[in-house]
């Protein structure tokens, strides 16, 4: 595949950026970024402390600083964004405009099953559960949903595995 290739993984929290981005990084023989992870060792705090102590501002400034660098610092990647990166400082439109950004669309029942099984320290869903929970997830959602749909690539459910995501990806490269 092409040597220069910067992929950039979108979507809701539990849609999967992490999980089928580094399986795909592999795919395509190059690197693995997780947004998170970045930042929490390049400011060497956790997400969660970021929040409280900084605030949400300041995160999404540390988001915009770190997408800026990995993009402009490595030719080719598999990088998961966070949740809310495409949202902010027009990130998605940075992304489009220096590679392919691919969307991770889940409906609202599937988010709330992925999110009840994975990583509980987010801070934007701390003491949500049940009803309260599944509401948060669509109300943000579906703000967040016509920026999400900017994606260059859009992909549903039955497309989320990396062989998959890795077929479509090369098929829209070859037609340009
Ligand atoms: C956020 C999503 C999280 C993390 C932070 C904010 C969001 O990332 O960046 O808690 O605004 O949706 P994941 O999507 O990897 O959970």
Known sequence: MNENIKIFLIGFMGSGKTAYGKPLAELLNTVFFDMDHYI???YCSSIAKIFTEEGEKKFRLYERETLCEITEGNRSFVLATGGGTPCHYN?????NMHGTS???KCT???LYENILRSNPERPLLQGK???ELHEYIKSLLSA???IYNKAKIILTGENHNPQKIFEIIANAMQSG
């Not at 990130?91 to 992304?95: G, L």
């Open 40 to 42: 929490e060792k390049k």
């Open 108 to 110: 609202v029942d599937e």
């Open 102 to 104: 691919v969307y991770l």
């Open 91 to 95: 990130n998605i439109s940075y992304m």
């Open 144 to 146: 967040r949903e016509h």
């Open 129 to 131: 559960h049940g009803n």
